[in-house]
Every structure is written in structure tokens, then in C-alpha cells.
């Protein structure tokens, strides 16, 4: 157990539609990451936040949001979703060590039908 | 970004040896390097990671070449449990994302 908690687990909505996912990071770290790997990509980061700000983007869609609340569990927004979306989104957090090492949770199963 | 290179894959009997190579010869002077693996429908799990000189934890062995280069990481007795995707990462400072590149298969036979 990371100590990175997700939810839902597993989620089937349809084409256009928008969900939530949320983590909650282990405690104490400032630091969380969501990452998303589908069968024909490898793990994609998206986007990271720090204590309540956007730090850093990487690969993700303008339709996608994310953001991280004072009590520091954050939640990914995916909206007008499409069939190319179904995938496991990983959340991560980290205590910001030299190492910088960063710990996963189980991730959220997204199917889109 | 430093970039590490991996085989695709790689096979291994049980209670056998493991030594997992990645190439990073870009490395720069402050690059940690983490070793992550992921079982299958799993998020990925932090194995080990070193700076310069060679770790040991619990879960694996990790060999850091004398010019930083290239690493191993070494499971001592591979298990059936130990076939996952093995991922070698440098992380370029604290707070930044991980990006993972494409790993090592391990498959391990009884």
C-alpha cells in the first residue's frame, strides 16, 4: 500500500460525457502528479501540482482539468469525452525529497462506450 | 531531458539471478536514478534508486557504473511475482514529474 489513495476504481460512461477522478495524497506530501497509460501508450504524464498550484503540464488535452484543494487531495476533470480516453489514470504524490521520489496510487479504470 | 535506453525485454527462471541494464549516458551530475516496476492493471512501484554509489533494500540491488553511464538493478532470486515492466528513470530535481519511457518486459519461468 503507496499510502495514495483513488477513486473510483472503475468507471464506464459514454462518448461526451464528463467525470471526476480524485486522489488523495499520502500525508503530508505537498506534491501530486497524475499520469495517465493507455494499451497503445506508455505511462503519459499530464499534469503536476504543489501545495495548491499547477507546477508543470505535460501531455494533456485542453477537454482535461485538474486541481488540488487546500487539504491537498486534488481531482482530475475529463470532459466531451471520446472512445481514445479509456484508460488508467494514475495520481502520484511526493514529499519533494533530493531523490525526488514519487509514490502511485492503484489508478482509475476509465472506460468510455 | 537525459534520456535512458532499456531492452525491450528480458527472461529469467525462477530463484535465478536478475540483472536488468539501462544505458544513460547523458546523465547529468545531480540525477538521481529510480528503478519503478509495474504489474499488470497496477500502478507503478518504487523499487530502488541511487545516486552514486551501489543500494541495497529489501526488494532489489542497484549498480551504478563508476562514470554514472549505466546501471543494474539486480533481483537476487527472481520470483513469479517479480514479472512486471521495469522502468529506469533519472530524476533531474526535486519536485519534478518522472517520465517513464517504454521499461523492460521481465518474464519469469517456473
Known amino acids: 500500500d503507496s499510502g495514495v489513495t483513488q477513486t473510483p476504481k472503475h468507471l464506464i460512461t459514454a462518448t461526451g460525457q464528463r467525470v471526476t477522478l480524485r486522489c488523495s495524497p499520502r500525508?503530508?506530501?505537498?506534491?501530486v502528479y497524475w499520469y495517465q497509460q493507455s494499451l497503445d501508450q506508455g505511462l503519459q504524464f499530464l499534469i503536476q501540482?504543489?501545495?495548491?498550484?499547477?507546477?508543470a503540464k505535460g501531455n494533456i488535452l485542453e477537454r482535461f482539468s485538474a486541481q488540488q484543494f487546500p487539504d491537498l487531495h486534488s481531482e482530475l476533470n475529463l470532459s466531451s469525452l471520446e472512445l481514445g480516453d479509456s484508460a488508467l489514470y494514475f495520481c502520484?504524490?511526493?514529499?519533494?525529497?533530493?531523490?525526488?521520489?514519487?509514490?502511485f496510487g492503484e489508478g482509475s479504470w476509465l472506460t468510455v462506450v | 531531458d537525459a534520456k535512458t535506453t532499456q531492452p525491450n525485454s528480458m527472461e529469467s527462471n525462477e530463484e535465478e539471478p536478475v540483472h536488468l541494464p539501462c544505458n544513460h549516458s547523458?546523465?547529468?551530475?545531480?540525477?538521481?536514478i529510480h528503478w519503478y516496476r509495474q504489474l499488470p492493471s497496477q500502478g507503478p512501484e518504487y523499487v530502488i534508486h541511487?545516486?552514486?554509489s551501489n543500494v541495497n533494500n529489501r526488494m532489489a540491488s542497484l549498480a551504478i557504473a563508476e562514470d554514472r553511464k549505466s546501471s543494474t538493478l539486480i533481483l537476487h532470486r527472481a520470483t513469479l511475482r517479480d514479472a512486471a515492466v521495469y522502468y529506469c528513470?533519472?530524476?533531474?530535481?526535486?519536485?519534478?514529474?518522472?517520465?517513464f519511457g517504454k521499461g523492460t518486459t521481465l518474464s519469469v519461468s517456473s
Open positions: 502520484a504524490s511526493s514529499a519533494r525529497d533530493r531523490a525526488n521520489t514519487i509514490y
Open positions: 500525508s503530508g506530501d505537498l506534491s
Open positions: 501540482y504543489y501545495n495548491g498550484e499547477e507546477r
Open positions: 547523458t546523465i547529468s551530475g545531480t540525477d538521481y
Open positions: 541511487g545516486l552514486t
Open positions: 528513470i533519472l530524476a533531474h530535481q526535486a519536485g519534478t514529474a518522472l517520465i
